[in-house]
């Protein structure tokens, strides 16, 4: 007869196949923190939780070299693999002093004025033209007092702009990570986006349980156990020949 999963079974089955993390499963299931581990080890010794966890990765269209394929990536992801090299405008910050600010703020003037009278500007633009063209002859009072005070004035502004390298975070593929289930979370926090990669180090014991690397505790203490029984069998007939 086909066991029935409880309903911690079934979230500790949906759980375990995100990560495969058994005693994080066991938590997030809702069994006890203190007994988790013992729990999401004993729950994988069962068959019937076994064979839900084959028929779950099947249903999600994962076969044996898509899931491993998958550990792989989550083994190996890193969250510099987000960013990509893109060219960005920028300005450096460059000294000017006050008699060449002078001198642009005049050409400024000129060149607005000349296109106001081309682009025979109606009376709400004209005036705003105007309004623009007083601030910059103010400016030039403020630039001239201060050099009287200071010859050697000057200010810190934008210089050319350039085209520069840069790294911007590619959302689009951690968004592709997410869905695909290499990505834990993301979310907006306080310093922007915040991203929570999988635990590598449970994606690698993973993989290398899949190649047969690693040995089960329980394969182990039982080898020790049965090892003792046949030393101590071929004891006890050496002793009686």
């Known amino acids: 007869m086909e066991n029935s999963l409880t309903a911690k079974e079934q979230k500790f089955v949906e759980e375990y196949v995100k990560d495969f993390n058994a005693t994080q499963a066991a938590i997030r299931a809702g069994y006890s923190k203190h007994s ?10 069962k068959p019937y939780l076994k064979a839900k966890v084959e028929e779950l990765l099947k249903s999600s269209s994962l076969g044996p070299e898509e899931t491993k394929k998958l550990i792989t990536d989550i083994a190996t992801a890193n969250v510099s693999n987000f960013f990509k090299k893109v060219k960005v405008q920028k300005s450096k910050l460059v000294r000017k002093g006050l008699q060449l600010l002078i001198e642009e703020l005049r ?52 210089g050319p702009t350039e085209l520069v390298d840069d790294v911007e975070l590619d959302l689009v593929a951690l968004a592709d990570d997410k869905e695909g289930g290499r990505i834990k979370s993301i979310k907006n926090g306080k310093y922007g986006i915040e991203v929570d990669l999988l635990p590598a180090d449970t994606m690698i014991n993973a993989m290398a349980r899949i190649h047969g690397m690693f040995i089960d505790k329980s394969e182990i203490d039982l080898n020790a156990k049965l090892d003792t029984v046949v030393k101590i069998g071929y004891g006890e007939n050496d002793q009686g020949a």
Request: no cysteine.
């Open 36 to 45: 988790a581990k013992q729990i999401g080890y004993e729950n994988l010794t």
């Open 107 to 158: 050409a400024e003037i000129e060149f607005e004025d000349e296109y106001a009278r081309q682009a025979a500007l109606a009376k709400k633009e004209l005036e705003a033209h105007e309004k623009s063209q007083q601030h910059r002859r103010r400016q030039i009072i403020r630039y001239k007092l201060e050099l009287k005070n200071n010859p050697k004035a000057f200010r810190i502004v934008d």
